[in-house]
């Protein structure tokens, strides 16, 4: 199993970022993938969701609106969309693979069974 995230970097406030996670190893189709973030000091925060097929997403509160999660399982890879970012958005962004039979909503971190390296974002002016 391997996950691959890319597309982060430094961006103003209010600009936008996309990110991907390319996956590889396992069948991607048939695994609910979120995204969770980290940022400096603090825990891990869940940010978003998406189910196997793609069609039902769920946000954290902090980013719903401005976020978009989405996936193309022809081609293995799942994004976040980024939009109107702010500087408390700053944190390593990590892609992971729920375990089998866990449901797409949950946000213990112990239910997500593969993680990517991470690609950093940093939003300052």
């Known amino acids: 199993v391997q996950l691959v995230e890319s597309g982060g970097g430094m961006v103003q406030p209010g600009g936008s970022l996309r990110l991907s996670c390319a996956a590889s190893?396992?069948?991607?189709?048939?695994?609910?993938m979120s995204w969770v973030r980290q940022a400096p000091g603090k825990g891990p925060e869940w940010v978003s969701g998406?189910?196997?097929?793609?069609?039902?997403?769920y946000y954290a509160d902090s980013v719903k609106g401005r976020f978009t999660i989405s996936r193309d399982n022809a081609k293995n890879t799942l994004y976040l969309q980024m939009n109107r970012l702010k500087p408390e958005d700053t944190a390593l962004y990590y892609c992971?693979?729920?375990?089998?039979?866990?449901?797409?909503?949950?946000?213990?971190?112990?239910?997500?069974?593969?993680w990517g390296q991470g690609t950093q974002v940093t939003v300052s002016s």
């Open positions: 992971a693979s729920l375990i089998p039979g866990v449901v797409v909503t949950t946000t213990d971190l112990e239910d997500f069974g593969s």
């Open positions: 998406i189910n196997t097929g793609g069609g039902s997403t």
């Open positions: 190893g396992f069948t991607f189709s048939s695994y609910h």
